[in-house]
């Protein structure tokens, strides 16, 4: 079965370091990637899509790569500030036949000052 | 920015009642997508819409949850009976099409039951 996992322990990191989130997957074959933030009680705010052929993917102060070989995205944000803690969620097209996209469980992430 | 909108924001009912939530997709998006998210869970596709026609449905409780798009535009997702499990956050979101495009998410409805 498809799957998408992201740690589901928490990252404590101090402000100004850079944070580095993961998502593996398994039986799939996405044609992209993409990473969505959300933060509690609300809706996931889109973040950065990758495709397939890129390995790499930055928008200020964030990066995404992309490694189909080891089916693994890393997600990091640089110089950290505690208004970037927040749940982050890894997302996947299902190649259903809608396309609609399957998340992982997200990895909450805990800047403090 | 044009913003997905969805009501109620808080919805409590007692079990066996009936629920039904509404959702207005950003003008112009032919896909919209209802997901559900339980706590500590990332959201899971319960229905997906292209224009007014159902596109995928497979994890629809389909005896309890009814969605509807008629003309298209706005949505409803309606839950006969509630069940205790079905409290959870209710995220309607839309795209400009079904492959490729950002998902652009409401700020969800909570259903507790009771």
């Known amino acids: 079965s498809q799957k998408i996992e992201q740690n589901s322990e928490a990252l404590n990191i101090q402000e100004g370091k850079t944070a580095t989130l993961t998502c593996n997957y398994t039986n799939y074959s996405p044609a992209y990637l993409q990473w969505y933030r959300q933060d509690p009680g609300r809706g996931p705010v889109f973040l950065l899509l990758?495709?397939?052929?890129?390995k790499e993917k930055r928008k200020e102060r964030l990066k995404v790569t992309f490694d189909t070989t080891l089916k693994q995205s890393l997600f990091h944000i640089t110089a950290s500030q505690p208004a970037d803690s927040a749940t982050y969620l890894c997302a996947l097209d299902s190649s259903n036949s809608g396309y609609a996209l399957n998340f992982g469980k997200g990895t909450s992430l805990l800047v403090t000052p | 920015e044009a913003e997905v909108a969805q009501s109620p924001r808080y919805k409590i009912t007692e079990k066996s009642q009936a629920v039904a939530f509404w959702c207005d997709p950003i003008s112009g998006h032919a896909t919209l997508y209802w997901y559900r998210q339980i706590l500590g869970q990332g959201p899971e596709l319960l229905v997906q819409f292209q224009d007014e026609s159902v596109v995928d449905d497979s994890q629809l409780p389909k005896d309890r949850f009814s969605a509807e798009r008629l003309k298209g535009v706005d949505s409803t997702l309606k839950i006969q009976p509630a069940e205790l499990g079905d409290s959870a956050m209710y995220l309607c979101?839309?795209?400009?099409?079904?492959?490729?495009?950002?998902?652009?998410f409401g700020e969800g409805s909570w259903l507790t039951v009771v």
């Open positions: 979101a839309s795209s400009l099409s079904d492959s490729g495009n950002t998902i652009y």
């Open positions: 990758i495709r397939e052929n890129e």
